[in-house]
């Protein structure tokens, strides 16, 4: 049981501020992912949460527990390391036994649940290893396995994928998922991955210059962005952007670009950006706004394609089209686009004009 | 038969020749002295001082260690020490009964040094190198400073401290100045030995519930065995060899160390030189003893596997 409160949490290093004033409620058994380039600020946040780092203002509660002061040993988190920080010294066993050694758990207890745990995570034939004996992803599974085996009840985990290949990480990733499953318990996961971020979470808090952008469900997220970082941040290939300003008649307009605007988006006038997602294009049709433009490179990815045009008015745009689409370079091609697909951001604020 | 690849053959076996001659001079430029110690130690005054001299022992004898072990039983005055002995020539030093207490002494206090050192220095070193607190480098530049000054130049104060504490001519007088010398070193050779172990180490030891004391003991002492034997040898030889503040602050046998006692013999109105020589290689067995011991456990690579890479 356990839910995370942050309540205006401060980290300050000299005259930075790594993290600002963070308010964030984290709710039991929830998968939260901190999200964002490095230098956000997640890792901290994540560390003050650990009792890892002090905290310079604010305060930290479990269950309504202010744990702000309290030193990581008394917080009861697990926490798994990008780095995986495998004890060099100990067999694999002796790793995920630890720390149930130092609570003084009885032998064959201990002998129990390291069993379990090596069970769970298939590691089950390395027991006798050291860790410089594992491979990258055995040793990751190690490190989940000395976190799973206390059966915390406060999961925090930096950027654990991160030093694996792109193979190992997919089934990691499920693996780490099915555990957040079997386990119930609250996971705080650090990742700059967006992909690994959408799979994974629950709710995702957008981190930038230690303040979240924007905090919600990955659907939420994808689908109406808080600002143009949050935008341009999740979606690969990434968001259009095209600046431009609103005309009479609810148009977005750059030149010969136009696109008609939902009804009620955006004062005549006002300069914006408009931000149109690679995969928001289709054939041509009734209630669809069309674009004209050129191919200029196409990328077939097997199951998809992806184009790179410049529409009317020598407007660069990505689309991401179904791998039926048979376009050449050079071919002139018409695309589809629902208007309520298009994301709209004042130029000034960069924030999203609902 | 595939020719190996790499420079031609002839200046390869000179580059060997030479690398051979210069490892042949290196090797009896530091074992020559040592050499002589033991060799001479096994001879008579008369053999030692032959011309040309005796490079081997042509007639090895142990007269010489013998007569360091009875020293005690036997009266030496200026009367009696012309007698006896025909390794040492007769000349047996006024304070050769000293010696082997003297050995104890150097003992017992190297022992202490060594242990106090590195309990000392670890807790300090630990502290500073991993505990994030306000000032921790000013503590290390003051720790690191005080070894600047040159140890003679404190030889007076500290007599005068050493005295007025009423500590002169004690063991503990010898251990507690060494440990003023011994520990800024350790602190600073385990400060970079610490940092270079991996932080998210002790980040996980944290986290797996491990205090500083646990942290210290699980992670830091395991992984930094190389240089804690380092330490250990390092301060048990300072104490060892060290001869300027034994000298000033010891006075006779129940605090003399062993290389106050055999300077000492050279005083005398006549030198032994096999005496002195004797004694000498009992000097250098402890220290050659520990590095035998110890030489095994200064081995690199303890953390690999510890972090990626």
Same mark, same amino acid.
């Given at each position: 049981?356990?839910?995370?409160?942050?309540?205006?949490?401060?980290?300050?290093?000299?005259?930075?501020?790594?993290?600002?004033?963070?308010?964030?409620?984290?709710?039991?058994?929830?998968?939260?992912?901190?999200?964002?380039?490095?230098?956000?600020?997640?890792?901290?946040?994540?560390?003050?949460?650990?009792?890892?780092?002090?905290?310079?203002?604010?305060?930290?509660?479990?269950?309504?527990?202010?744990?702000?002061?309290?030193?990581?040993?008394?917080?009861?988190?697990?926490?798994?390391?990008?780095?995986?920080?495998?004890?060099?010294?100990?067999?694999?066993?002796?790793?995920?036994?630890?720390?149930?050694?130092?609570?003084?758990?009885?032998?064959?207890?201990?002998?129990?649940?390291?069993?379990?745990?090596?069970?769970?995570?298939?590691?089950?034939?390395?027991?006798?290893?050291?860790?410089?004996?594992?491979?990258?992803?055995?040793?990751?599974?190690?490190?989940?396995?000395?976190?799973?085996? !206390?059966?915390?009840? /406060?999961?925090?985990?930096? @950027?654990? #994928?991160?030093? $694996?290949? &792109?193979?190992?990480? =997919?089934?990691?990733?499920?693996?780490?998922?099915?555990?957040?499953?079997?386990?119930?318990?609250?996971?705080?996961?650090?990742?700059?991955?967006?992909?690994?971020?959408?799979?994974?979470?629950?709710?995702?808090?957008?981190?930038?210059?230690?303040?979240?952008?924007?905090?919600?469900?990955?659907?939420?997220?994808?689908?109406?962005?808080?600002?143009?970082?949050?935008?341009?941040?999740?979606?690969?290939?990434?968001?259009?952007?095209?600046?431009?300003?609103?005309?009479?008649?609810?148009?977005?307009?750059?030149?010969?670009?136009?696109?008609?605007?939902?009804?009620?988006?955006?004062?005549?006038?006002?300069?914006?950006?408009?931000?149109? !997602?690679?995969?928001? /294009?289709?054939?041509?049709? @009734?209630? #669809?706004?069309? $674009?004209? &433009?050129?191919?200029? =490179?196409?990328?077939?990815?097997?199951?998809?394609?992806?184009?790179?045009?410049?529409?009317?008015?020598?407007?660069?745009?990505?689309?991401?089209?179904?791998?039926?689409?048979?376009?050449?370079?050079?071919?002139?091609?018409?695309?589809?686009?629902?208007?309520?697909?298009?994301?709209?951001?004042?130029?000034?604020?960069?924030?999203?004009?609902? | 038969?595939?020719?190996?690849?790499?420079?031609?053959?002839?200046?390869?076996?000179?580059?060997?020749?030479?690398?051979?001659?210069?490892?042949?001079?290196?090797?009896?430029?530091?074992?020559?002295?040592?050499?002589?110690?033991?060799?001479?130690?096994?001879?008579?005054?008369?053999?030692?001082?032959?011309?040309?001299?005796?490079?081997?022992?042509?007639?090895?004898?142990?007269?010489?260690?013998?007569?360091?072990?009875?020293?005690?039983?036997?009266?030496?005055?200026?009367?009696?020490?012309?007698?006896?002995?025909?390794?040492?020539?007769?000349?047996?030093?006024?304070?050769?009964?000293?010696?082997?207490?003297?050995?104890?002494?150097?003992?017992?206090?190297?022992?202490?040094?060594?242990?106090?050192?590195?309990?000392?220095?670890?807790?300090?070193?630990?502290?500073?190198?991993?505990?994030?607190?306000?000032?921790?480098?000013?503590?290390?530049?003051?720790?690191?400073?005080?070894?600047?000054?040159?140890?003679?130049?404190?030889?007076?104060?500290?007599?005068?401290?050493?005295?007025?504490?009423?500590?002169?001519?004690?063991?503990?007088?010898?251990?507690?100045?060494?440990?003023?010398?011994?520990?800024?070193?350790?602190?600073?050779?385990?400060?970079?030995?610490?940092?270079?172990?991996?932080?998210?180490?002790?980040?996980?030891?944290?986290?797996?519930?491990?205090?500083?004391?646990?942290?210290?003991?699980?992670?830091?002492?395991?992984?930094?065995?190389?240089?804690?034997?380092?330490?250990?040898?390092?301060?048990?030889?300072?104490?060892?060899?060290?001869?300027?503040?034994?000298?000033?602050?010891?006075?006779?046998?129940?605090?003399?160390?062993?290389?106050?006692?055999?300077?000492?013999?050279?005083?005398?109105?006549?030198?032994?030189?096999?005496?002195?020589?004797?004694?000498?290689?009992?000097?250098?067995?402890?220290?050659?003893?520990?590095?035998?011991?110890?030489?095994?456990?200064?081995?690199?690579?303890?953390?690999?596997?510890?972090?990626?890479?």
């Amino acid at each position: 049981m356990a839910t995370i409160r942050c309540d205006a949490l401060t980290k300050r290093y000299g005259a930075v501020t790594a993290v600002d004033a963070l308010d964030l409620t984290i709710a039991h058994g929830e998968f939260m992912v901190l999200l964002g380039p490095s230098g956000c600020g997640k890792t901290t946040t994540l560390n003050m949460i650990a009792g890892l780092e002090e905290i310079s203002d604010g305060r930290l509660l479990f269950d309504e527990a202010d744990v702000t002061w309290q030193p990581p040993h008394k917080r009861e988190v697990a926490m798994v390391f990008q780095s995986y920080a495998l004890y060099p010294n100990k067999t694999v066993f002796e790793n995920i036994a630890f720390p149930l050694r130092l609570r003084g758990v009885p032998r064959e207890q201990i002998d129990r649940a390291v069993r379990q745990a090596a069970d769970q995570l298939e590691i089950a034939h390395l027991l006798e290893r050291r860790p410089h004996q594992l491979s990258g992803g055995q040793r990751q599974r190690v490190a989940l396995g000395r976190a799973i085996v !206390r059966k915390p009840s /406060v999961f925090l985990m930096d @950027e654990p #994928l991160s030093n $694996l290949d &792109a193979t190992l990480r =997919l089934s990691m990733r499920s693996l780490i998922k099915r555990l957040h499953h079997g386990l119930g318990a609250t996971f705080v996961y650090v990742t700059h991955d967006q992909a690994e971020a959408m799979t994974l979470a629950d709710r995702i808090a957008v981190m930038r210059g230690g303040l979240i952008q924007q905090l919600d469900t990955p659907d939420g997220i994808y689908a109406r962005p808080a600002n143009l970082f949050v935008a341009s941040f999740l979606g690969s290939p990434q968001i259009n952007l095209v600046e431009g300003a609103v005309e009479d008649g609810g148009v977005f307009a750059r030149g010969a670009f136009r696109l008609p605007l939902p009804a009620g988006l955006g004062a005549p006038g006002r300069q914006v950006i408009l931000g149109l !997602r690679p995969e928001d /294009v289709g054939p041509p049709g @009734e209630g #669809l706004a069309t $674009l004209h &433009a050129r191919v200029e =490179l196409v990328s077939p990815l097997g199951s998809e394609t992806h184009l790179e045009v410049r529409a009317t008015g020598e407007v660069p745009l990505t689309l991401r089209v179904p791998k039926e689409w048979r376009a050449r370079e050079g071919d002139l091609i018409e695309v589809g686009v629902a208007p309520e697909r298009l994301h709209l951001f004042d130029r000034a604020s960069e924030a999203r004009i609902a | 038969m595939a020719l190996r690849s790499g420079p031609p053959l002839a200046p390869r076996i000179g580059r060997g020749l030479l690398l051979a001659l210069f490892s042949a001079l290196f090797v009896l430029y530091v074992a020559g002295p040592v050499g002589w110690l033991v060799s001479s130690s096994l001879q008579t005054e008369a053999q030692i001082t032959a011309v040309p001299p005796n490079w081997l022992p042509p007639d090895p004898t142990f007269a010489n260690f013998e007569a360091i072990f009875t020293a005690a039983d036997r009266e030496v005055t200026y009367e009696t020490r012309r007698q006896g002995d025909p390794a040492t020539g007769g000349f047996l030093p006024s304070g050769a009964a000293n010696l082997l207490p003297s050995l104890w002494n150097s003992l017992t206090v190297g022992l202490w040094v060594a242990v106090l050192n590195l309990l000392l220095s670890l807790t300090a070193a630990y502290a500073i190198a991993v505990i994030d607190f306000r000032g921790r480098r000013s503590v290390l530049y003051t720790v690191l400073a005080t070894r600047v000054i040159p140890d003679i130049a404190l030889v007076v104060p500290l007599f005068l401290v050493v005295r007025n504490l009423g500590l002169i001519n004690s063991l503990g007088a010898l251990v507690v100045t060494y440990l003023a010398v011994t520990v800024p070193f350790t602190i600073f050779i385990l400060i970079s030995y610490f940092e270079g172990i991996p932080r998210d180490l002790y980040r996980a030891a944290r986290i797996d519930g491990c205090g500083h004391w646990g942290a210290l003991r699980h992670v830091y002492l395991p992984l930094s065995l190389p240089a804690l034997v380092a330490s250990l040898t390092f301060a048990f030889l300072t104490s060892w060899n060290e001869f300027v503040f034994a000298l000033v602050l010891t006075q006779n046998v129940a605090a003399q160390t062993l290389p106050i006692v055999i300077s000492g013999f050279i005083m005398d109105f006549t030198t032994s030189f096999s005496f002195v020589n004797a004694a000498g290689v009992i000097a250098i067995v402890p220290p050659v003893l520990m590095a035998i011991v110890f030489q095994r456990y200064i081995v690199s690579g303890l953390t690999a596997g510890a972090v990626k890479g």
